[in-house]
């Protein structure tokens, strides 16, 4: 059986300082999607360039245990990832396009494609590929950890 329940916020308290820097996990971490990226074309869409329904974000919180939490936009996330090197890929991923506006589509339709090859992080940046590293995420690490009130579990 798989039990998804979803819902995270921001939580304000918790300056990057204060959090658990000894991770292993290179993605460890709270991050928000600043723009994405089409590498071929060398051409970025962000959150000001289509309907993000006045600046909405998507933000995620991937956890040493290979689960994640967040928000995209007007729906709560939640699920599993799998890295090897710098393989990268979601594979479960809870959440709905339910009300959301396009800046949120993009991320779930890229999620839903399955389409992740690799990752790349450099200090607070993540750049997740997709689509044979044509394109990719990127996301910068948020100042606050966000805090998730559900999450996903396999069992």
């Known amino acids: 059986m798989i039990t ?6 921001k939580k304000p308290d918790t300056p990057l300082d204060q959090l658990d820097t000894q991770s292993n996990n290179p993605l460890f971490g709270s991050w928000e999607v600043v723009f994405y990226e089409d590498l071929e074309h060398d051409s970025i869409t962000s959150k000001d360039d289509v309907d993000s329904w006045g ?3 998507v933000q995620i919180k991937f956890m040493d245990d290979s689960t994640f939490c967040g928000g995209n936009t007007t729906n709560d996330i939640a699920g599993h990832y799998t890295i090897t090197d710098s393989s990268f890929d979601i594979d479960v991923y809870g959440g709905t396009k339910v009300g959301q506006p396009v800046w949120g589509n993009i991320f779930s339709d890229i999620v839903y494609s399955h389409s992740f090859t690799d990752f790349k992080r450099s200090d607070t940046e993540l750049k997740l590929f997709y689509n044979d590293n044509k394109n990719c995420i990127v996301l910068f690490q948020l100042d606050t950890e966000i805090t998730c009130r559900r999450s996903y579990s396999n069992e």
């Open 4 to 9: 998804i329940a979803m819902s995270c916020t």
């Open 55 to 57: 600046g909405m974000d």
